[in-house]
Nanobody, 118 residues
Framework: VQLQASGGGSVQPGGSLRLPCAAS????????IGWFRQAPGKEREEVSC????????YYADSVKGRFTTSRDDAKRTGFLQMNSLKPEDTAVYYC????????????WGQGTLVTVSS
């Protein structure tokens, strides 16, 4: 079982990044995909989630209107599109798979670092 988030990097404020989350070793289309982030010295924060049942999406208030999550089950991949990035978005971003958004996630991937700085 493996989840791998990638696509992180350094970007200026106002810029965009798209993070893919590649899944293998389990039936990802039976799981909701969540995105989390953890900034230095801060607790982990759930950023967004997308349901496998109906594609419904959920977002933290801090990213609503700027981030969009999606999934392509045929490619076994989830995505987090991040626009209008701010310095406070700097964090390690993780993807995870679970039975239902808002509940405990079963599978976790290694994170990818996003740095927003001028």
């Amino acid at each position: 079982v493996q989840l791998q988030a990638s696509g992180g990097g350094s970007v200026q404020p106002g810029g965009s990044l798209r993070l893919p989350c590649a899944a293998s070793g389990f039936t990802v289309d039976l799981y909701d995909i969540g995105w989390f982030r953890q900034a230095p010295g801060k607790e982990r924060e759930e950023v967004s989630c997308i349901s496998h049942r109906d594609g419904r999406t959920y977002y933290a208030d801090s990213v609503k209107g700027r981030f969009t999550t999606s999934r392509d089950d045929a490619k076994r991949t989830g995505f987090l599109q991040m626009n209008s990035l701010k310095p406070e978005d700097t964090a390690v971003y993780y993807c995870a798979a679970g039975a239902r958004c808002g509940m405990t996630f079963t599978y976790w991937g290694q994170g990818t670092l996003v740095t927003v700085s001028s």
